[in-house]
């Protein structure tokens, strides 16, 4: 077979929720026909289209692209709530005097591991 004559192929995709009797490459929704009505043909797979993504995959670019926004001050926010055991609703549930304790620290930290971050990305650009 020529490589130009793959992209005209149909893929008929396996169903795992199907019974190898109803046939290994049956999809979920190619039904058996009812007794005495003609069975229509298998529906196909365009090879050409982009798979779709199971939920794994869904989940995991939804967080990348969820960290993707995050400026530099949020991540090191975050990563520092987390070393510290925190999360954002229970440092807002603390009284407001502790809550500014550790607001200031935190304000520091983020800065402290902002110049850090700037002077390594520079000693590496040189």
């Known amino acids: 077979m020529r490589l130009s004559s793959i992209s005209s192929l ?9 019974p190898r009797s109803a046939g290994a490459f049956a999809l979920p929704h ?15 797979v365009d090879a050409s289209a982009p798979p779709m993504p199971s ?5 995991a670019l939804t967080a990348f692209e969820k960290e993707a926004r995050m400026t ?8 520092i709530l987390e070393d510290m055991e925190l999360t954002e609703d229970a ?8 809550r500014n304790v550790l607001e200031d620290a935190i304000v520091k930290e983020v800065a402290k591991r902002l110049v850090l971050a700037r002077t390594l990305a520079t000693s590496h650009a040189g």
């Open 30 to 44: 190619d039904k058996p026909a009812a007794s005495g009505t003609k069975a229509s043909a298998p529906r196909t």
């Open 10 to 18: 149909s893929i008929v995709a396996p169903s795992p929720s199907l």
């Open 72 to 79: 530099p001050a949020e991540r090191a926010r975050r990563d």
């Open 55 to 59: 939920d794994k995959l869904r989940d």
């Open 91 to 98: 440092l807002k549930a603390m009284p407001a005097e502790k």
